[in-house]
């Protein structure tokens, strides 16, 4: 009975060291991940509103071009790929100063303001502090804009994660199914 025990404890331990190991790995990979400084709305008169993403703003009757800010840090091997959310169409991007090709951003998600579009700023971020200009057009209604990171989707940190989750699964059925026919 304290050999079934010992070895229940020992599975057991072994489950929490691989859940911390995954725990780490996760961690690890969100410390590289650009973080969003601050964010502006640019007023008409050139001033800076501060603002919350996601950001919604009150209606809007007429078809008005909205600039926003958002202030950026950004490490050396770090994720450069953002889903940007428009509302309603996204007209350029500038990078601190450099206007982004549209084909980079070209498609249907540069006037769809549920899902928007993944951008790849790679070879526009710099290490340290960026300065993304989105120049938004309004179409009537509410306007606004966010940005999310796109960390994990589909990178190798989410395969790993996924791999790691998929052995402590099977390990813990194994584990059972061992002990569940040992015992009869």
């Keep these: 009975m304290l050999s079934k025990c010992r070895s229940w404890i020992g599975c057991i331990v072994l489950l929490l060291l691989l859940v911390f190991i995954l725990l780490f790995f996760e961690w690890a990979s969100d410390r590289d991940d650009p973080q969003i400084s601050a964010s502006y709305l640019l007023r008409d008169d050139g001033g800076r509103s501060v603002i919350t993403l996601p950001f919604s703003g009150r209606h809007s009757v007429d078809r008005t071009a909205y600039k926003y800010i958002v202030e950026l840090i950004w490490q050396k091997g770090g994720n450069t790929c953002f889903r940007v ?22 498609g249907p998600g540069r006037g769809d303001w549920q899902n928007g579009l993944i951008v790849d700023f790679n070879s526009y971020l710099r290490e340290g ?3 993304l200009l989105f120049r938004i057009l309004n179409t009537g209604g509410p306007y606004g ?33 061992f002990y569940g026919i040992s015992r009869r």
């Design 145 to 177: 804009m966010d940005l999310k990171r796109t960390t994990g989707e589909g990178s190798s940190g989410q395969i790993f994660t996924f791999a790691l989750l998929s052995m402590s699964i099977l390990f813990l059925f194994w584990f059972l199914l």
């Design 129 to 131: 502090k960026n300065e």
């Design 85 to 106: 959310v428009p509302d309603d169409y996204l007209e350029s991007i500038t990078v601190n100063g450099r206007l982004m090709p549209e084909a980079l951003y070209s």
